[in-house]
């Protein structure tokens, strides 16, 4: 594709239910982040994939989230028992060279926890 | 801590006039300083970075590191700057990025 894609666009769910958000990153970039974004604020950093394997996760903020990347492409943000707080801009960047510098965001799945 | 603060939610300045967009950050170590910027319904994008001195859309930032500052200006303001606007750190001993909450300038005619 163009660029990253980010699927779903919007996402509505109930508390306490199950959600996965999706992310395309470029064709060949290796690199991919999770980026968190709050109402008022800057994207909040919430895991690093260098091709299959989680390099930092240091940022998801507790065993609820959690993401993969099993084939070194695609990645699914995972989110277990969403609470209100949860809800955010969800956005993802990819990057060839690994550094967030020269990553290319997407566009953001916003999710809204009712 | 790591801690980038940006004072100012909201700036607005008539077309014409000069711009500073404020950044203050809290880093032990040498720091890579970042703007990036988000145009009304597009994608987060790199605007500058400190290393390469670069100026991009007239906007230019000169790292202070006596003052911990890495303010953005522009002398001469234009209505298609209008926009968000981050200011951002990074982590060199890992991988993260760390965000200012952002200031949203509006240029007005």
């Known amino acids: 594709g163009a660029g990253v894609s980010q699927t779903p666009s919007n996402k509505v769910t109930e508390k306490g239910k199950y959600v996965e958000l999706r992310c395309d990153p470029i064709s060949g970039h290796t690199a991919l982040y999770w980026y968190r974004q709050s109402l008022g604020q800057g994207p909040e950093f919430l895991i690093y994939f260098q091709g299959t394997g989680a390099a930092d996760d240091s940022g998801l903020p507790n065993d609820r989230f959690f993401a993969v990347r099993p084939e070194g492409s695609v990645s699914t943000l995972k989110i277990q028992r969403t609470e209100r707080g949860d809800s955010a801009v969800y956005l993802c960047?990819?990057?060839?060279?690994?550094?967030?510098?020269?990553?290319?965001f997407g566009q953001g799945t916003r999710l809204t926890v009712v | 801590a790591q801690r980038v603060t940006q004072p100012e939610k909201l700036l607005s300045v008539f077309k014409g006039a000069p711009v500073e967009l404020k950044c203050n950050y809290s880093y032990s170590g040498s720091p890579e300083l970042f703007w990036y910027v988000q145009y009304s319904r597009q994608r987060l994008q790199l605007l500058l970075r400190h290393i390469s001195r670069e100026s991009i859309k007239g906007f230019t930032a000169d790292l202070n590191k006596g003052e911990t500052s890495f303010h953005l200006k522009k002398p001469f303001a234009q209505e298609e700057d209008s926009a968000m606007y981050y200011c951002a750190l990074f982590n060199t001993g890992g991988f993260k990025t760390i965000f200012g909450a952002g200031t949203r300038l509006f240029v007005k005619a």
């Open positions: 960047a990819s990057s060839a060279k690994g550094r967030i510098t020269e990553a290319f």
